[in-house]
């Protein structure tokens, strides 16, 4: 079941331990700590920059990040707000395997063309 929350603002604790996996395990920049100046500070998701890999999901002790797949979507709903993000389907069986983003990543990253991509990694 999607939970219909817009954000998770209330829930985020700001302990950054997010910002710290993006930047330093998964190597992308996209969560910031940002103050405000006035004492207040937040938790702002760029994503654009997602590969919407779960791993900041996975590190959040406060469920202030949630990552759930509906059919060919993928569903984040962060302190910053919510985004959905389009899932490849495998070329042979069907089965929506990864966000079209992190298969964008892994193949710049790897040097290959993005049909390398096409099919899942059970039908590979
Ligand atoms: S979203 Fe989770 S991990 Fe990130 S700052 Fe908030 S409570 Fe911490
Ligand atoms: S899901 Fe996005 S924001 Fe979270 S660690 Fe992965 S790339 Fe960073």
């Known amino acids: 079941m999607i939970e219909m929350l817009n954000n998770t603002k209330d829930r985020c604790t ?10 330093k395990t998964v190597g992308r920049e996209a969560i910031s700590y940002v ?5 207040n500070a937040s938790i ?4 654009d920059k997602c590969i919407v890999c779960g791993s900041c999901a996975y590190i959040c002790g406060d469920n202030a990040i949630i990552i759930e797949d509906a059919g060919d979507t993928r569903i984040m709903i ?16 069907g089965y929506y395997w990864a966000p079209e983003q992190q298969i964008k990543f892994m193949a710049e990253k790897a040097n290959l063309p993005l049909s390398s991509f096409d099919l899942c990694p059970d039908c590979r």
């Open 35 to 39: 103050e405000s100046g006035n004492g």
């Open 44 to 47: 702002v998701f760029d994503f």
């Open 14 to 23: 700001l302990c950054k331990k997010c910002v710290g996996v993006c930047r």
């Open 78 to 93: 962060t302190p910053s707000g919510r985004k959905e993000f389009k899932l490849k389907k495998c070329a042979k069986c």
